[in-house]
């Protein structure tokens, strides 16, 4: 039975995918997450939905520690025959982390350990245990785009150097914004999904790589940093209107997590390696990313450095060469 394995997959979009994942496609699912109170509620609702297989997995992408037992655990899962195969990894969990710089257990920054380097390790040392026609998708965010009105709004995101996202303002330097911070996490996210695709297909490799922008979708956990009165008003009618009016890209947790778990499954989406999509205003479609995310240069630069920053040896995966 096919099995995809969701970050973030008990809540928001990622739970529209695992329940889209099961009713139309009827795969098997494994849950990765930090709540086992959230994951067990989520694994008897899935159940309910269709006659799969759903299991879960401590995981947090923010500590290196984690994402290395998470790794090996899913591993012994497939060579024990609990896990069928492992169709798609959708690296989906993340989020907005405002207020003053916060480090993780490791000592990077909290976004950009949570958003895109926890992904990148949990990516690497999966890949060579993946179907052979597997397929993984990176959840970014239109707001890496400067040129958009959703990067606008956001923050700017700046020179995706791994280096100082992950080591932030520790040199006494003033920090960026909480949007720039999330922005350009998002950015690196896609450099890294290109840059995956690139090495895939310089070592033999037919897995897909995808980079998928959902939308904006107030009424996930995204802005829970944020104050109440903030977040109350990004969910009211009056304020999706403003959006639309002003270009946002518009999600929803319905749509937007069905079209991840299509990217997934879909055979439409097997060619789609090395491509952005974006699920918008009820459309899935491919899209340009910004001038910058195709520099390959800097997403060569950018994954050497997230090697060396999630201290992966070259043994552990062939994408290291």
């Known amino acids: 039975m096919p099995t995809a394995v969701i970050t973030g997959g008990h809540s928001g979009i990622g739970y529209s995918c ?7 496609h009827k795969w098997d699912i494994v849950l990765a997450g930090r709540s086992p109170e959230k994951m067990s509620k989520a694994v008897n609702e899935l159940r309910k939905v269709a006659n799969v297989k759903v299991t879960t997995l401590a995981l947090d992408t923010s500590s290196l520690a984690s994402v290395r037992a998470a790794a090996a655990q899913c591993i012994a899962m497939l060579n024990s025959g609990e896990v069928a195969s492992l169709d798609a990894l959708l690296c989906n969990a993340g989020g907005r982390f405002d207020g003053p710089v916060a480090y993780s257990d490791d000592g990077y ?28 998708v990176f959840t970014a965010s239109g707001t890496h785009d400067p040129d958009t009105v959703d990067g606008k709004l956001v923050g700017a995101a700046v020179e995706p150097d791994g280096e100082v996202l992950a080591n932030m303002s520790k040199d006494g330097s003033k920090p960026i914004s909480a949007g720039k911070r999330y922005s350009t996490s998002k950015l690196c996210n896609i450099l890294n999904a290109y840059e995956l695709h690139r090495r895939l297909r310089n070592s033999g490799s037919f897995l897909v790589a995808i980079a998928f ?42 749509f937007s997590g069905a079209s991840l778990a299509r990217l997934a499954a879909d055979p439409g989406y097997e060619t ?12 899935l479609i491919e899209a340009r990313s910004s001038t910058l995310s195709y520099d390959g240069d800097r997403a060569a630069n950018l994954w050497n450095q997230m090697q060396r920053l999630a201290r992966l040896r070259r043994e552990e995966t062939r994408l290291s060469a």
């Open 272 to 283: 789609g390696s090395g491509k952005y999509f974006q699920s918008n205003d009820g459309k």
């Open 109 to 136: 920054e909290v976004t950009f350990a949570s958003n895109c380097l926890g992904h990148f390790l949990l990516t690497c040392l999966l890949a060579d245990h993946m179907a052979p026609k597997g397929r993984i």
């Open 18 to 24: 695992a329940r889209y994942l099961a009713s139309h």
């Open 213 to 254: 922008d959902p939308g904006s979708i107030p009424d996930t956990g995204f802005l829970r940093t944020l104050p109440t009165p903030v977040q109350w008003l990004a969910k009211t009618a009056f304020m999706r209107w403003v959006s639309r009016r002003l270009g946002v890209t518009m999600g929803s947790v319905d």
